[in-house]
């Protein structure tokens, strides 16, 4: 099955500052890297996502890069903001989306 | 985006008791219904994923006369945790989908306390 690494599993960064966030994969059929933010006490939010056929896809402070040679995608945000603060999954679903793994999280801090 | 409500947000109940939770897709027929458990500080588990009119597929180690999965509709999937025991308590969370190779979204999370 499908095994989806995240790293790092904290982060803490100032306002303003830049937060990358990791993640590797090792189903090679995987096609579709979604990026979903937690709150606290909320289900996920999807907030971003890219498709295999793409190497990076923005939305204003928010990227995602994907290598699919490396099996690995990253999110990137930058000038931080206190409501970024959550904790934040990858997914690798598999082709079809019958099934999703998702990374163990990261908590992202951004402190004031 | 699309929006998926889960129902009720918080539930405490006995144990030994029942507890149902729904999950509606509100503006789209979902094919597919996805339910988790997550437990604090924790990732998402898939429990079961239940597409409408046919029987849920159960992950590995999930006790399917335990949690009752129902998908009578396109807009509703129902989870029951039968004789709900204090290690039931969790964040149950459900996702679902249009069809197929499209993006899940996911309802707000049930918070099941079993006292």
């Known amino acids: 099955g499908e095994n989806v690494e995240q790293h790092p599993s904290t982060l803490s960064v100032q306002e303003g500052d830049s937060a990358v966030i990791k993640c590797t994969y090792s189903d090679s059929a995987s096609n579709y890297f979604p990026w979903y933010k937690q709150e606290l006490g909320k289900g996920p939010q999807l907030i971003i996502d890219?498709?295999?056929?793409?190497g990076e896809k923005k939305d204003q402070r928010i990227a995602v890069t994907l290598n699919k040679t490396a099996k690995h995608f990253s999110l990137h945000i930058t000038e931080t903001q206190p409501e970024d603060s959550a904790v934040y999954f990858c997914?690798?679903?598999?082709?079809?989306?019958?099934?999703?793994?998702f990374g163990i999280g990261t908590k992202l801090q951004v402190i004031p | 985006g699309a929006v998926v409500s889960q129902h009720p947000s918080w539930v405490i109940c006995k144990s030994g008791t029942s507890v149902k939770i729904e999950c509606r897709s509100l503006?789209?027929?979902?094919?597919?219904m996805f339910w988790y458990r997550q437990f604090p500080k924790q990732s998402l588990m898939l429990m079961a994923t239940s597409n409408e009119g046919s029987k849920a597929t159960y992950e590995q180690g999930v006790e399917k006369d335990k949690f009752l999965i129902n998908h009578a509709s396109l807009t509703l999937s129902t989870l029951t945790v039968t004789s709900a025991h204090p290690e039931d308590s969790s964040f149950y969370i459900c996702?679902?989908?249009?069809?197929?190779?499209?993006?899940?979204?996911f309802g707000q999370g049930t918070r099941l306390t079993v006292v």
């Open positions: 503006d789209f027929q979902a094919t597919t």
């Open positions: 997914a690798a679903p598999r082709r079809g989306y019958q099934k999703v793994t």
């Open positions: 890219i498709r295999s056929n793409v």
């Open positions: 996702s679902a989908r249009q069809g197929v190779n499209t993006e899940a979204f």
